[in-house]
Nanobody, 124 residues
């Protein structure tokens, strides 16, 4: 089992920034690809960004458009999503997720473990 806890959500004005963190516990963190997903009210969950086990590869959803940066610190068992130039369409609950893998891939689906989510609200 892997336990994931997100933090860093909140209310921010359009154009502002937020940094989300995900703390992991329970298994060897570096054995897992990590990702962020989000779910807006009335919408399905969607992929945001992923980072490979060693942190050398990243993958982003098209809507990120260079505004978000995903990273991880395997020594601290943490993952971070830095979000800049936020807009109201980014309002959602953001979830971190872990997927066991033996490769340096950055999967966009089929994650095994999920956190409880952190609310991000962007006001116009």
């Amino acid at each position: 089992q892997v336990q994931l806890v997100e933090s860093g959500g909140g209310l921010v004005q359009a154009g502002g920034s937020l940094t989300l963190s995900c703390a992991a516990a329970g298994r060897t963190f570096s054995d897992y690809a990590m990702a962020w997903f989000r779910q807006a009210p009335g919408k399905e969950s969607e992929f945001v960004a992923a980072v490979s086990r060693a942190g050398k590869r990243t993958h982003y959803a098209d809507f990120v458009k260079g505004r978000f940066t995903i990273s991880r610190d395997n020594a601290k068992n943490t993952m971070v999503l830095r979000m800049n130039r936020l807009n109201p369409e980014n309002t959602a609950v953001y979830f971190c997720a872990a997927r066991w893998t033996v490769t340096g891939a950055t999967p966009t689906h089929d994650y095994d473990y999920w956190g409880q989510g952190t609310q991000v609200t962007v006001s116009s």
